[in-house]
């Protein structure tokens, strides 16, 4: 199958996807809401990754976002995250993984009934920091933490 | 009185049981076997209780224990024990089921086996039982080491956790306490271009790094099965995990359920006898 | 036998809502070693969290995301039998969804 056959038909699958998710009422039509854009999750640096979602805006670091995570990943394949913000007004939190194909993981659109809390599991390639993005707001703030992700021995 | 010098040789150093096979007979003697195995891991890890042991690498691995407990919030086995329930209930085509072979209708049974089965001459794992039960019904036998028969086993060890594993080796049938001893002899033979025996790593070096990982005591290695195994990204049996192994020490593979394997299970849990049953269970 | 299980967990005047969902998460990088060809993607893309039919989380998701895929979220408050609806569609265009009465 010829490689531009096949990107239309998983373009025009996954805008069918979008178009059913509308029509069922499953995503917010609008700038805040999570839909699933191909650009964000495409493979390229973290920096790329973060233009596409942020532009050119600040981002701040702060200690007031709380990972969970692993030091030391036992299988990269599932690697257990819970992030909890102490910050005001968080509605949107995206997590990264900087060394991955694709550095975004997930965008977690949270409406003002949750806390700004989520956990995941993630896939890590290689040792690698995972960097969380909290939006409160057009204020932008991140942490991160270092995962080593090993080669297993006679486990592996 | 040779024999016993030797052995009083053979338990006074600290490698004393590893990979010295000798052509003396023996008599075995699982108790014996099973407090001077038991020492042993007690002088490695002083702090730990025999039902830590259930939690295996997890009871010595505290960053490793991390990540596991995270996981356990909501285990990826959670829908093998449903699927293993349904499965579990779901007739024959005669009409008779899985709980028509097993006592107590195969509720709480799990932590049980393997059993010496005296009619067969042989050990009886849950999964050969199964198999059996199937045969019996003019069902095909399910392969052993993943899908519907992990499915099966984890809603049976479900059933069964947190009691304690209780093997019997019957005085009064010399062929059990001979597999226990093949499974034994098993245990501490070399094998392989690595020319490892499993207590190489899980006796000798338990707790030891091997590059990144740290390894497993065998005391309490088979309380957890069957397994999500993240490597896998799927449920496995303990004989899909000896298998692996084997191919891990570059030696030559053995099926799941040979006797061999059934043999080596009755010996390891048998070493496990009290340990806590906690499977189904997650493993990296 | 639905592809999503959920649990509520009530913590300090909050409920913890957890999701275990069964699903391939191929990013499509894999490469099937018995035929060497590539395992083509298919991965939740979306995700949505209702409580009482009122959508509270919306969630874009990459392959990044490990199989059998986790989340779990913190609903401030939560009664006795509110509605948790969590419903996902992958790159496919399939779907699925699955309700839990919080006890």
């Not at chain 2, 003697?29 to 039902?51: A, C, E, G, I």
């Not at chain 2, 691995?61 to 407990?69: F, G, L, M, N």
């Not at chain 2, 209930?89 to 049980?112: T, V």
């Not at chain 3, 913190?74 to 699925?96: A, Y």
Request: aromatic share 8%.
């Amino acid at each position: 199958m010829p490689v531009n056959r096949r990107e239309f038909l998983k373009k025009s699958v996954s805008l069918g996807a979008y178009s059913m998710a509308l029509a069922s009422g499953l995503v917010k039509s609008g700038p805040a809401s999570a839909e699933w854009i191909a650009e964000q999750f495409a493979q390229g640096k973290l920096e790329e990754t973060l233009k596409t979602l942020f532009k050119d805006a600040k981002i701040t670091e702060s200690d007031k976002i709380e990972i969970q995570i692993p030091q030391i990943a036992e299988n990269g394949a599932v690697v257990p995250i819970t992030v909890t913000s102490h910050l005001d007004g968080v509605d949107t939190i995206s997590i990264l993984v900087e060394k991955n194909p694709v550095p975004l993981a997930a965008r977690f659109d949270l409406s003002p009934e949750l806390e700004p809390f989520v956990s995941a599991r993630l896939k890590m390639a290689e040792t690698s920091d995972v960097i969380v993005i909290a939006q409160a707001g057009d204020k932008l703030y991140s942490a991160r933490e270092t995962v080593k992700v090993t080669i297993g021995g006679c486990g592996g | 009185m040779a024999s016993r010098i030797l052995k009083s040789i053979l338990s006074s150093s600290v490698g004393g049981f590893i990979g010295l096979l000798l052509a003396l007979p023996s008599q075995a003697d699982p108790l014996q076997d099973q407090q001077k195995f038991r020492q042993h891991y007690q002088q490695l890890f002083p702090k730990l209780t025999l039902s830590d042991y259930a939690d295996g690498v997890y009871a010595i691995d505290p960053i490793a224990r991390q990540s596991w407990q995270a996981i356990e919030e909501f285990p990826p086995y959670d829908e093998a024990i449903e699927q293993g329930e349904a499965l579990f209930n779901a007739p024959f085509k005669n009409g008779r089921r899985y709980a028509d072979c097993f006592p107590n209708q195969g509720i709480a049974i799990a932590h049980e086996y393997p059993k010496w089965n005296r009619d067969k001459g042989e050990v009886i794992t849950l999964e050969k039982a199964i198999n059996d039960c199937r045969a019996d019904n003019q069902e095909a036998p399910l392969p052993y080491e993943k899908d519907d028969i992990a499915r099966l086993l984890a809603y049976l060890a479900f059933t069964s956790r947190g009691k304690p594993i209780t093997i019997t080796i019957p005085a009064d049938d010399p062929r059990a306490l001979a597999a226990y001893q093949q499974g034994k002899d098993f245990y501490y033979q070399r094998r392989g271009q690595l020319n490892f025996a499993c207590a190489t790593c899980h006796v000798q070096n338990a707790g030891r790094q091997l590059r990144s990982e740290i390894l497993s005591p065998s005391l309490g290695h088979t309380s957890h099965w069957p397994v999500y195994r993240l490597k896998w990204g799927e449920m496995g049996t303990l004989h899909r995990r000896f298998k692996e192994c084997l191919e891990q020490i570059k030696a030559p593979p053995i099926p799941a359920q040979s006797p061999e394997f059934r043999n080596l299970e009755y010996f390891l849990s048998f070493m496990g006898n009290g340990i806590p049953t906690n499977g189904p269970s997650t493993r990296k | 036998m639905s592809s999503i299980r959920i649990r509520a967990k009530r913590i300090d005047g909050k409920t913890q809502i957890r999701t275990l969902i069964t699903h391939p998460m191929e990013h499509g990088r894999n490469i099937d070693k018995s035929t060497n060809q590539p395992i083509p993607a298919h991965f939740i893309q979306e995700l949505s969290v209702k409580h009482n039919g009122k959508v509270i989380a919306n969630c874009a998701i990459g392959g990044g995301v490990s199989k059998d895929p986790y989340f779990a979220f913190m609903l401030k408050g939560g009664e006795p039998g509110d509605k948790i609806t969590i419903s996902w569609v992958d790159n496919l265009g399939q779907q699925d969804s699955e309700e839990h009465i919080i006890k």
